[in-house]
């Protein structure tokens, strides 16, 4: 595949330029590195006709061809690999080895999510009856996404879809357009036209889609405050919907933990893309033993890693995606420092091209400040005291987020018997962010409704029918 600076949509099999497009800023430098199509409501209304059209005969189409046709595309995304790790880059500004990360990530979400299958269950098979419960397609899914991980949230969402039957329509952030786009072309030479169909566009796009009664789910990853949104909007219609919300994701860290070789790990677990992860740790609660000589090593540690362009050789951290996120995160920064709270790194603003913000760690701010309660969403972590688990648990636990959590101790059981304790979706121990095709991820209270991944994922994506059929009815002859 081509590389080259053309964009178009993907509308029932056809590449569609747009009649209007909007730029897409490259983070690192703050210039315009493309242009992207800005879908109308008449684009949007033909792509949801085109999925529309392409519904009977994908559903129709054996589940071992479906399977077959995302294990191509997945093989796609790795044959193209250094393509999409560059353009990913350069769009979301995150350093090369995590972009190669993402991308393969998405490749491979695709090939193992063919691992499933859509369980029947007999609940009868008597003289009388046999009754059988299925899960059956649902129709046409909008799925929209994120900027932190354009390419591997949008496999989250097209693996167990299109597996189950749906056709759909994907809708990428308006800050991360370009990746899903080229993904778009891959599609367009492997599945049926009109079984995945991609438009790009600005703020309206989003609602208009939310809104149409074309679809009969929409599937959203972002922030909480847009989900309160989406599902609002696909109330009139009813339509299903999976919402992967926003997080605050407290670390508990026991005394017994070896300073000196977890300060790397748990550094990574809050910067990693440079905080913006739905599951990064926002919010680091250090047991008071420890809690001088932990804080010491990961601020020693902070010290040397590298913040910069994401396509230079060594960058470790890249700018902030977008310029409102940016903002906000300066904005949370300026509230602290307007505070008085103790800054261990950063703080201040990076006085350079692009939307760097150096690393910035907090000690011990109060419980109620700003910087612990809301997610940041940027590299900017507090580091909290704590000395008594009943009390940690309960704080982790005080906030409306509940989507992922770690525990970290030498002291396993103990770990583990904390890990329980903790209202979220996913909570681990000793280790953090690991995700699984296998496995069902999603947000516990205001962080989400429903799962992606997993049995629980791929059925969110069904309608659940019984059917019953009578043996031996005595008019038939
Ligand atoms: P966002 O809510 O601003 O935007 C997400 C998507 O929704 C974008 O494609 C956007 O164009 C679209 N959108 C915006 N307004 C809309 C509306 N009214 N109706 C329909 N669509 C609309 O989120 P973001 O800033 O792109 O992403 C960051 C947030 O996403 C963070 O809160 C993060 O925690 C969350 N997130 C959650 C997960 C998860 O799996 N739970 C994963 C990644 C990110």
Known sequence: MEFNGTYRMLIGGEFVAGSATFDVINPATEEAIASAPDATQTDLDAAVVAARKAFPGWAGTPIEARKAKLNALGDAIFANLDGF????????????????GECMGAGYWLKAFTALDL????????????????????????????????????????APALLAGNTMVLKPSPFTPLSTLKFAELAAEILPAGVLNVITGGDSLGPWMTAHPGFDKISFTGS???????????????????????GNDAAIVMPDVDVEKIAEQLFWAAFTNNGQICIATKRMYIHKDIYEPLRDAIVAYAKTVKVGDGSEQGTQIGPINNSQQYARVLELIQDARDKGYTFLTGGEKAEVPGYFVPITILDNPPEDSRIVQEEQFGPVLPLIRFDDYDDVIARANASDYGLGGSVWGSDEDKAFELAQRIQSGTVWVNETQHLSPLAAFGGMKQSGVGVEGGLEGLLEYTATQTLVRRKKAAFVS
Do not use: C, Y
Not at 85 to 100: F, I
Not at 124 to 139: A, C, F, K
């Open 85 to 100: 790790t560059r353009l990913l880059t350069s769009e979301q500004g995150k350093p090369h080895h995590e972009a190669q």
């Open 119 to 158: 369980p029947e269950t007999v609940n009868e098979d008597s003289d009388e009856r046999i009754s059988i419960t299925r899960h059956v397609p649902l129709g046409v899914v909008g799925a929209i996404a994120p900027w932190n991980f354009p390419m591997i949230l949008a496999m989250f969402k097209v």
């Open 224 to 246: 909480t405050q847009t989900g309160r949104r989406v599902m609002a909007s696909a109330a009139p219609t009813l339509k299903r919907v999976t919402l992967e919300l926003g």
